[in-house]
């Protein structure tokens, strides 16, 4: 087993295990110890099939190739129970440009198989976006006049996870307890994502580059492209994370998976509940009333099987509260 | 008529009609011009009734004075199919103090009539805020141990709107097409929020002054608390306005209220993609793929009776893009 | 104040005030005395503006006259707190033929003002139905095949309720805890429709005719007609009825109307959990045991502006328990 | 590979591999030829281990042991594209009690780990009911009072289904496009229920018998029970079907299972329509037509992780359509 390396262009044939579509039910391409530095790369969330200006989702075969995952790594370290936390030290576009789409029923403002309706589908587009790392930008060129925007580039995986508890085995689409396809911008270079672990070695995945992503994705996909990713790993023995936790300098956050979207807030807001009474000493009604008051929530996405939304608290609010330990510093320094 | 002024203690049995518990079937307290501004104040959302720090939300009769609204303001030059521009000049807490509180069977994180199971309610709790105007602090201190946080004094109105359409009444505690109990952080000073006018007059009401509050308003209440507020007015004729929109010096927003969660995304986002359509002259599908990069999409409550979740838009990509004919700026003028 | 007399066809220039499209919100137009019978016509939900096989629902303008209701009326021994009994005597559709409809984002199937997306609206359609009473049967023509369906007749009103409750004011088109347009089948000839008073006299209104319906109203509309229909009144004093009861030879139920559609099960299933404690005399959870095995629950309609889900529990296992006082069998006597 | 026989009381230790908890990702246990018949014995969802009146759910330790299925069976003459055709020729109660109970956050009308709050559990219960086959009853006994109650025996199968698409491996306590748990009532003797192939042989599952079930399942658990069933298979080659539906004489039925319930109705009803418009040859929109006049529509379960729909359609109204090329009657012969 060795860290698998994408050449481009990539050839699906030579090396068809080269990927992986689901989380759970694969086995470990490679092993990473924890503490540990992981450096590889992702391929985009269509494979890299959808690669010219000119295309249309439909002039690919994308049925088998949607949102492939780097990965599963196993971190011997980790033992079920206990708490994998993953540092993105870096996040770089591999190439200069990136893609998003329409794809038939697939998005927030359409109907999907989750809503169906008997409504025709939105037409199917596909914007080639150029990524200028120099200048930090991606640009978006509108299709049906000459508007043109300059976007911020922001970096960011959508895609992170574990293999699921009680054996389940879920598709690279589906954000959920094990992370997943949460699809929150959040998780870009600098943050450290906590992920309970269900299984031994925890088996890692992660993939689906962003360039940048707006909070909801509501076309259902972002500035899709591959990455040259350095994630760091540790991992914290014997906590277990209910749901994805991440912290970045600033910030604490929890996140809920679900439908309807109230759920997934319910499940975002009573983990920082939770997490807030654990790390203060307060009672939980405390904490409710702090968290209340406190959270910035942002919607990650609306448009996956089922949506994620994330809570967030200011660090400065906390009062130098023990979080993890404080392993995101030291993270930091791998 | 003239413009309510609220002496304080205030003697409901002398004035029982000073203040309004719905949008609409209300005849208007005062009339004001457009363009004009308005000086008055606003009583918390418990009427002034929860006002010590030894008080439950029970030791009250809160019946029937839940969420008074200063209003509703007759403004004549407000026809229905027109857009009534509000801007917030200041929000100023008149007291020292603010409440928030646990009721039972009320907030995101236990069952409410609209969500019921059979299980018993949170208990009772109410926390006492200090507000301090000069260092710009709301105080929380726990109700069960000994901690205590300094968090930013951020005063805002948690409901703005106007009479709904079709002669319809709801009441102040509900957020929808014609604003009302949106609960947003956004409608702090220096925004402006425009509404649908669907009648003679508009009928202006706002209230529930929040010194604070989180995204969401988990417990179901911020710190509430008792405003001075200046507003100004404007008209915009012949353009209706469908879901409340806000513009800041920084974005431009929709507003989305419905149940379940992901139904007040959807119409925040629809309404964005379609202003976006507007003031850029862009197709509908590459206004959507702008949005879709570009938003920022914060829950504002999720404890009403129906929810509501706004987009937000960086004006900074709109390369001067005409807003309402650039009303903002000047109602900042008035 | 008389009882309201339809003369066909309808001159609504001549009696302008002669249908209510409110629930709440206006004067009462007869008073009714309980115990009483009231004999009335209503009309259909288009108000007769749709009434040939060759129209679309655009050919008419339907804007202000959508689901008209007849009433209300003043129940002089309804007082707030009480609970108004309606036994639905006979509902005989006046004309042979009634309309179903496809209005432009109207409907179960496709995306609509609550759930919007950015697709095209499905095509308009107008399906004209022979009603033939004498069979039993109403008659569905397809429009683009030869094919014919003959269903049962099986007449019964959608709409059914008094003024909400804190002077509120809501369109005829929406269903909540006052009634309103619940769009159950189970509201035929034979029912006793139980609803909480909120206001002096009750302020009763009706309407919305179907000649049959199917269970969620998928398409928005059954078959729509206007009937002439005989209902009893009576009061059961000084109890009160939180959300829409119905009693039939054979069932009791509970309705409740909210989204997500899961949040009117809850509702309704609650409220069955309570009532089977207080007629039974069992604990609360027994009873949530007991209705958890002998429950049936259709949904109502998933298309109105709330849906409304249906908790029915056969009377046969309930060993004779205490409904009302037995108003139901009182009733159909009148 | 043989068919499971079920030696009571039941060795985990001694066979552990004789039961199952996902559909998908285990091996076969046996294979059985179609068309062909199987006849063999089910746990109930509790693995045996409730069953004593004296019990709390609590006193057995269940973690690991919900919903076990037996099977998963090889039909070798199912492909990936085919639907397999599973008909339900007898479901007896093995024993002469089954239970139901209430678990700590778990059923329609309490706080879940998908809709969390911060409230307490409902408490713990466990009713164990006395099945009688001969008298067709099972009979409730409250735990608070002397009540009790003779319900219908009417034994079902709460959980059946296949391995599910793209790899994925789904606990056996969660329904979908695969089958899985359902729990609807109308899969009891005498139904066929039609299943999409995704994997060789298929790989059937099912399990979680109740002795009746109320429409939605309101505490979460039905009469549990262990079965003696025999089932018959058959395979419809080159015909998939997107979501189980169910024929008996009466009725065909679509099924949906999705959050919010909604969207399990839209699923149900949308399938509903193609698959009349298919089998009449009536257009998709007067096929939408016919199934908003003629559906019934129950809820079957609001307590899985994800909720189940019912659409039924009288058969009666058909004209007698070709439904799968009258395998359903072909079945009954087996």
């Known amino acids: 087993m060795s860290v698998p390396h994408i050449d481009y262009p990539v050839d699906f044939d030579q090396d068809p295990g080269l ?9 470990a391409v490679a092993e990473v110890p924890a503490p540990g530095t992981l450096s590889t790369s992702t391929l985009d969330a269509f494979a890299g099939r959808l690669n010219r200006p000119d295309m249309l989702p439909s002039d690919a075969d994308l049925q088998g190739y949607l949102n492939p995952q780097t990965g599963p790594f196993f971190i011997p370290q980790a033992h079920p129970g206990d708490t ?69 580039l922001d970096p960011m995986h959508g895609t992170v996870g574990v293999a699921p508890a009680k054996n389940e085995v879920h598709s690279s689409l589906t954000p959920g307890a094990w992370g997943g396809n949460m699809d929150t911008p959040e998780l870009r270079a600098g943050a450290t994502c906590y992920l309970g672990v269900n299984v031994e070695g925890a088996l890692f995945n992660f993939g689906d580059g962003h360039a940048r992503q707006g909070e909801g994705e509501s076309c259902g996909t972002a ?37 309807p979207m109230e759920d997934a807030y319910r499940i ?7 997490w807030i009474s654990e790390i203060t000493g307060m009672s939980k009604l405390d904490s409710y009333q702090f968290v209340s008051q406190a959270a910035l929530t942002p919607v990650a996405n609306a448009v996956d099987t089922v949506y994620t939304v994330v ?24």
């Open 223 to 259: 500035v899709e492209t591959a990455m040259d990713s350095t994630v760091a790993f540790d991992v914290v023995s014997n906590y277990y994370t209910p749901w994805p936790r991440i912290e970045t300098d600033e910030f604490i956050m929890t996140t809920g998976s679900m439908r």
């Open 268 to 274: 975002a807001h009573t983990e920082m509940v939770h």
């Open 19 to 27: 990927l992986t579509f689901t989380f759970g039910g694969k086995d």
């Open 311 to 334: 809570c967030k608290i200011p660090k400065a609010l906390l009062g130098g509260a023990d979080v993890y330990g404080g392993i995101h510093e030291k993270l930091k320094t791998y």
């Open 84 to 152: 994998l936390a993953v540092h993105f030290k870096s996040i770089v576009p591999h190439f200069d440009f990136g893609v998003s789409t329409l794809i038939h029923f697939f998005g927030a403002l359409t109907s999907t198989p989750q809503t169906p309706t008997l409504q025709d589908p939105l037409p199917e587009r596909l914007w080639y976006y150029g990524i200028d790392t120099a200048k930090g930008t991606v640009t978006l060129n509108a299709k049906e006049s000459a508007h043109s925007f300059d976007f911020a």
